[in-house]
T-cell receptor
Framework: NAGVMQNPRHLVRRRGQEARLRCSPMKGHSHVYWYRQLPEEGLKFMVYLQKENIIDESGMPKERFSAEFPKEGPSILRIQQVVRGDSAAYFC??????????????FGAGSRLTVL | GIQVEQSPPDLILQEGANSTLRCNFSDSVNNLQWFHQNPWGQLINLFYIPSGTKQNGRLSATTVATERYSLLYISSSQTTDSGVYFCAVVGGGGADGLTFGKGTHLIIQP
């Protein structure tokens, strides 16, 4: 089991460009969560998705940020027109939500976005 | 939303020492996890412990749900234990995302 896979691990963008971060959940997990960690801070919840469904996006900024988890392929966190304040580590987690360990979240290694 | 407070914020110990990290939360929880973020930024899942006691090698954790706190014990510390330890909870109110505390930054000196 390869665990939660995130790519790219590091991404550099100039102000105004778009950033796309990808997350493949653990095998057998159908629920994906995105978190953001600003320097020297804890992780903040952004969005929770199932396949083709956004369940909770209460932590997502209202503008420029979007997330999807299509029927096929990884979950994508998309940031349009990036600004320097978007520089952070973005973590993805997955859980099975049913059965043994239903509520246990397993995190990927994170994607570190730097906006120049 | 639910509040999570961790203490102490920083802890510096010599190799071989024992430590206790505390996590207080403001409401009932149906999920509590302890994580270790190593110096490379990776988040390692230590325990899923909404209640009760668990042990894994030199680490153990206890959650007293009725009193709204959890403790993480590290015995015989090693330099590889350095990093930030986070407590994260899901409130019983139905919110889906983990709420993280600000962490305890642990430095183990050789």
């Amino acid at each position: 089991n390869a665990g939660v896979m995130q790519n790219p691990r590091h991404l550099v963008r100039r102000r105004g460009q778009e950033a796309r971060l990808r997350c493949s959940p653990m095998k057998g997990h159908s629920h994906v969560y995105w978190y953001r960690q600003l320097p020297e801070e804890g992780l903040k919840f952004m969005v929770y998705l199932q396949k083709e469904n956004i369940i909770d996006e209460s932590g997502m900024p209202k503008e420029r940020f979007s997330a999807e988890f299509p029927k096929e392929g990884p979950s994508i966190l998309r940031i349009q027109q990036v600004v320097r304040g978007d520089s952070a580590a973005y973590f993805c987690a997955s859980s099975p939500r049913t059965g043994v360990g239903a509520n246990v979240l397993t995190f990927g290694a994170g994607s570190r976005l730097t906006v120049l | 939303g639910i509040q999570v407070e961790q203490s102490p914020p920083d802890l510096i110990l010599q190799e071989g020492a024992n430590s206790t990290l505390r996590c207080n939360f403001s409401d009932s929880v149906n999920n509590l996890q302890w994580f270790h973020q190593n110096p490379w930024g990776q988040l390692i899942n230590l325990f899923y412990i909404p209640s009760g006691t668990k042990q894994n090698g030199r680490l153990s954790a206890t959650t007293v749900a009725t009193e709204r706190y959890s403790l993480l014990y590290i015995s015989s510390s090693q330099t590889t234990d350095s990093g930030v330890y986070f407590c994260a909870v899901v409130g019983g109110g139905g919110a889906d995302g983990l709420t993280f505390g600000k962490g305890t930054h642990l430095i183990i000196q050789p």
